[in-house]
C-alpha cells in the first residue's frame, strides 16, 4: 500500500512538473507577441506616426514622408513575421542549412552559385538616392522591431538563434527571391535540348505547339481555328519499342505543377454599373504558413495607398492609391539562357569567347551546416554567368539569367504611389526593373490598361528555347527590350482585359518573350464571362473569381463515355452514370470530375511517354510536360491511329487499350477516397488543400498548432478558381480607384506568424468560403504611435 502511495505520489510530482514546464514555455511565447497598444520613442523618424490597428491586426500607418511610412511599415512586418523574413533572405543568400540542417545544403549551394548575395549588394549600390533612402528606413523600422522584442518569436527559441541586424540589401534579396520563383525557366530549355538532340523535329514541332486553341482564338476571333500540326505517323511509328515494357517509362510525363501564375483583369467604364473602372486580381503561388502577403494602409503627404505588401520589402505590391489600381499576373516568358560552353581541349580552364579562350573566373563559397562540418566548394564563373554543376546534354553549360543582372532590379515601383492616371501608370511599369510581369491598371476616370514591367531580354541568333554556344559572337543578348518598345493595350473596344498567363501577343511582335506560356482556358472562361456581363459591380468580380466550370474537360468526358457506351458490366455501367450526370463545374459535390482529372492524367503518361522513352538516354531525370500538351494528346486519341498504338502487345486495339485507363482512374481515386461507395466520386473528396508552416514536416507533434486544417476546396488547376493540395490563391482583390470602401480582399491564414496570435488564421474562413471581406480597414482596435527621438534606444 505505501508502495502504490509512492509510485502515486512520484506520478503525480512528475505530472506536475510537466504542467509547470509547459506553463512556464507558454509564458515565455506570450511574452513573445508585439504589444499592440502603446508608444514607442525611436530613432530615425522625423516627425509623429500614428497606427491604428483594425479587429483583424491589419494596421493603418499614418506619416509625414515616405521614410517615415517605411520605417514604421518595416516595424510592424518584423513584429508579425520577422521569422518568415529571416527565412526569405536566407533562402536567397543560401544560408539556411546553418539554422536548419543538412537537408538545406544542396538548395544552399545552389543560391552560392547564383551569387545573390553579391549581386543583392551591387543593386543597392547601383539605386538611385531616394529608392536606397526607402530602404534604409524599412531596414531601421525592422531592426527596431527587433530590439523591441523582449523574446524572440517561438521559431528562433526552438532552433536556437537569433536574427542578424537587417540590411537595406536583404530587402533586394527578398525581391530576388520572387524573381527566382517566378522566373527561373531553366527546366523548360533542358527538356527542349534534350528533345533537340533524341527526337526527329517533326516530333518535336508536334509535341510543343506554340500555341493552344483557347489563346488562339483569344488572339485572333472565335472564327479563326488554328490548323493542327500533321501527326508524323512515320517518325512517331519508329519511336515505339513494341517490345518494352512501359511501367518503366511510369512518370515520363507529366501534367507538371501548376503554372506559377494569377488571374487578372480589368474592366472599363462601359461595362460597369456606374462607369467605374473596377480591378480584380487573384496571384497564384505556393500556399504558406504565413502567407506570402501582409496588408496594410499607408498615408503620406497626399498618398493613400492600400491592399498588399511583401514581407522584407518596402513596397506596397498590388493595391490602389485612390487614383490608379494595379495588379499583377506571371508573363510565363523566359529571361534565363544555358549558355553551351566550348572548353579549350589543351587547358579545360579555359572557355571560348567571341575574344578567344579566357580562363574561368573562379571563387570559393563555404556552406555552414548547422550539425555537421563547413562545406566549402568552388565556383566557376564565366562572362555570361556562373556555370551550373549539372551538365547538359554532355556539355557545360552557363546561365544568363535577369536576375543576376544588376541593372535589371530596382525599386521604381514606389513611384505609383503618385501616379493619377493608367498612361502614367503605363510609363512606370515600363521603367521599372524587377520581376517581368503583366501589369493590369484601371483609373478613376474608367480608364484600363495592360502592359509588361520588368526587364525582358533581347535575343540574337537565338529564340532561347534550347542551350546553345555563344562562342562566336553569333548568339546572345542585346540588353533589354526599352520601355517604349513595349507593347500596351489601352481602353479596348471590348471595354475589358484579361490575362491569365497566356499568351498576350502573336507573332508580329519583334522580340521573343517566352517559349512555353500556359494554354488559355481560364483566360478563355473569364473573356467569355465578361464579354456577356453588364453592369458589373465589385462582387460580380468576385463571384468570377470563384468560378469553377471547367468545359477544358469535356473532351476527356466524352472520350470516357463512348468507351464505356456498349458495356455491360455493373461497374462500368454505374461509372457511366455517374460521367453522363458531371455538371461542367468542379465544385465540392460535382460527381464524376475526379476520374476525369485522374484519366487525363493517365493518358498523359500512357500515351504520349513511349515517345519521349529515347529522352531518357540522355538524360536519366527527364520529364516532359508542357501547357500545350493537350493539342497533340487529343489529336493522337481523336485519330487512334493502329500504328501508334502505345502497347500493342497487351491491347488488340485503341479502346481496350483507353478502357484499361478509364477504369484504373476510378480505381485510383476509389483509393484516394476511402468515403462510402456512393459518395466516393465527388471531386470534394480529392481535391484537399493543406497549407504548412515550415516546422510542421520536422516537427509533426506541433503540426495542429502550426498548420491550417486541411480544407476541402472547390476548383481545379484549370479554373478560373486555381486550386491545388498546397498551391492555389495566395490573395483575392477587387478594387476600383476612388472606390475603396466598396474593395474586396481576402487572404488564407492571418497577418501574424505568431501561432499564438489571435490574428494567426483569422482570415482563413473567409478565404476558404470566397466572403466578400472589406479591403479597407475596419474600426479601430488598437493604437500605437511612434514618437522621434535622437536617441538610439527603443522602448515602450
Known amino acids: 500500500m505505501k508502495q502504490k502511495k509512492f509510485y502515486q505520489r512520484v506520478i503525480l510530482t512528475i505530472v506536475l512538473m510537466v504542467v509547470i514546464n509547459c506553463l512556464g514555455i507558454y509564458v515565455v511565447l506570450l511574452e513573445s507577441l508585439p504589444a499592440l497598444d502603446g508608444e514607442y520613442h525611436l530613432s530615425g523618424f522625423s516627425s509623429q506616426v500614428t497606427v491604428d490597428f483594425d479587429k483583424k491586426g491589419i494596421p493603418n500607418i499614418s506619416a509625414k514622408s515616405q521614410e517615415d511610412a517605411f520605417q514604421a511599415l518595416g516595424f510592424l512586418t518584423a513584429r508579425e513575421r520577422l521569422f518568415q523574413m529571416d527565412l526569405l533572405r536566407r533562402h536567397m543568400a543560401g544560408r539556411l542549412a546553418e539554422v536548419m540542417g543538412a537537408a538545406l545544403k544542396e538548395s544552399d549551394r545552389w543560391h552560392r552559385v547564383m551569387g545573390f548575395e553579391q549581386v ?46 537587417w540590411l537595406p540589401e536583404d530587402s533586394l534579396l527578398v525581391v530576388l527571391g520572387m524573381e527566382a520563383d517566378l522566373g527561373w525557366t ?142 499583377f499576373t506571371n508573363i510565363e516568358g523566359d529571361y534565363v539562357d544555358l549558355v553551351s560552353l566550348e572548353l579549350d581541349p589543351d587547358d579545360p580552364k579555359k572557355y571560348q569567347t567571341p575574344e578567344g579562350f579566357v580562363r574561368f573566373g ?127 493595350l489601352l481602353n479596348p473596344p471590348s471595354g475589358f482585359i484579361v490575362n491569365a498567363n497566356q499568351r498576350m501577343l502573336g507573332d508580329d511582335y519583334s522580340y521573343e518573350i517566352g517559349n512555353d506560356f500556359d494554354q488559355g482556358y481560364r483566360a478563355y472562361r473569364i473573356t467569355e464571362t465578361l464579354t456577356e456581363a453588364q453592369n458589373i459591380t465589385e462582387r460580380e468580380m468576385l463571384a468570377l473569381q470563384l468560378d469553377t466550370r471547367v468545359e477544358f474537360y469535356r473532351f476527356y468526358q466524352q472520350l470516357a463515355l463512348s468507351l464505356l457506351n456498349e458495356s455491360n458490366d455493373e461497374a462500368q455501367v454505374r461509372l457511366k452514370q455517374r460521367l453522363t450526370n458531371w455538371d461542367g463545374f468542379a465544385e465540392k459535390n460535382s460527381v464524376g470530375f475526379a476520374v476525369l482529372v485522374e484519366f487525363r492524367e493517365l493518358l498523359l503518361d500512357a ?125 483575392r482583390l477587387v478594387v476600383s480607384p476612388g472606390h475603396e470602401g466598396n474593395g474586396i480582399l481576402h487572404m488564407p491564414g492571418g497577418q501574424s506568424g505568431h501561432p499564438l496570435s489571435v490574428h494567426y488564421s483569422d482570415q482563413q474562413q473567409a478565404w476558404v468560403d470566397g466572403i466578400a471581406s472589406p479591403l479597407e480597414t475596419g474600426v479601430t482596435v488598437h493604437h500605437l504611435t511612434f514618437v522621434p527621438t535622437s536617441e538610439n534606444n527603443a522602448g515602450l
Request: glycine share 8%; charged share 20%.
Open 607 to 731: 500515351v504520349i511517354a513511349p515517345f519521349m522513352q529515347k529522352c531518357r538516354q540522355y538524360d536519366s531525370e527527364f520529364q516532359f510536360s508542357s501547357g500545350m500538351v493537350d493539342i497533340p494528346l487529343q489529336q493522337l486519341l481523336e485519330t487512334k491511329l493502329p500504328e501508334l498504338l502505345p502497347d500493342k502487345i497487351h491491347y488488340r486495339d485503341w479502346d481496350s487499350f483507353l478502357l484499361r485507363l478509364l477504369v484504373q482512374s476510378e480505381r485510383n481515386v476509389l483509393q484516394q477516397n476511402p468515403a462510402d461507395l456512393p459518395n466516393s466520386l465527388v471531386w470534394g473528396g480529392i481535391n484537399q488543400v493543406s497549407i504548412s508552416h515550415p516546422f510542421s514536416a520536422s516537427f509533426p507533434l506541433l503540426k495542429n498548432w502550426l498548420d491550417m486544417p486541411q480544407v476541402t476546396l472547390p476548383g481545379c488547376k484549370q479554373c478560373v478558381r486555381i486550386s491545388a493540395a498546397d498551391y492555389g490563391v495566395s490573395e
Open 362 to 488: 573562379e571563387r570559393e563559397e563555404t556552406v555552414h551546416v548547422k550539425g555537421e562540418a563547413d562545406y566549402t566548394f568552388i565556383v566557376q564563373t564565366t562572362v555570361w554567368g556562373p556555370m551550373l554543376s549539372k551538365p547538359l546534354l554532355s556539355k557545360s553549360v552557363a546561365v544568363h539569367w535577369t536576375a543576376l543582372d544588376p541593372s535589371a532590379t530596382d525599386l521604381h515601383l514606389l513611384n505609383l504611389d503618385k501616379v493619377q492616371d493608367v498612361q502614367a501608370a503605363l510609363t512606370v511599369f515600363n521603367q521599372a526593373g524587377g520581376p517581368p510581369l503583366n501589369a493590369l491598371i484601371a483609373d478613376k476616370q474608367g480608364n484600363i490598361g495592360w502592359t509588361y514591367t520588368g526587364k525582358i531580354p533581347k535575343r540574337f541568333g537565338l529564340n532561347g528555347s534550347v542551350s546553345l554556344s555563344w562562342a562566336d559572337g553569333s548568339r546572345g543578348w542585346n540588353g533589354y527590350i526599352l520601355p517604349d518598345e513595349l507593347p500596351h
Open 120 to 165: 543583392a549588394n551591387d543593386i543597392f549600390l547601383s539605386l538611385p538616392q531616394d529608392q536606397k533612402q526607402v530602404l534604409q528606413a524599412y531596414a531601421d523600422g525592422v531592426n527596431q522591431a527587433i530590439g523591441s522584442l523582449s523574446v524572440l518569436p517561438p521559431e528562433f527559441l526552438l532552433l536556437g538563434y537569433s536574427p542578424s541586424v
Open 186 to 327: 531553366s527546366d523548360g530549355e533542358r527538356r527542349s535540348s534534350i528533345m533537340k538532340a533524341a527526337l526527329p523535329e517533326a516530333v518535336n514541332e508536334f509535341f510543343m505547339p506554340s500555341i493552344d486553341l483557347y489563346t488562339d482564338r483569344l488572339l485572333n476571333g472565335k472564327a479563326s481555328g488554328i490548323s493542327s500540326q500533321p501527326i508524323p505517323k512515320d517518325e512517331l511509328s519508329a519511336l515505339l519499342d513494341i517490345n518494352d515494357n512501359h511501367e518503366r517509362y511510369t512518370g515520363l510525363v507529366t501534367d507538371g505543377p501548376p503554372p506559377k501564375g494569377s488571374n487578372g483583369w480589368v474592366v472599363g467604364s462601359s461595362k460597369t454599373w456606374d462607369g467605374r473602372a473596377i480591378l480584380a486580381n487573384d496571384m497564384h503561388l505556393a500556399l504558406r504558413v504565413p502567407n506570402i502577403w501582409y496588408r496594410a494602409e499607408i498615408h503620406y503627404d497626399d498618398v493613400q495607398l492600400t491592399g498588399l505588401t511583401l514581407p522584407g520589402v518596402p513596397l506596397m505590391v498590388v493595391g490602389s492609391n485612390g487614383k490608379v489600381a494595379w495588379g
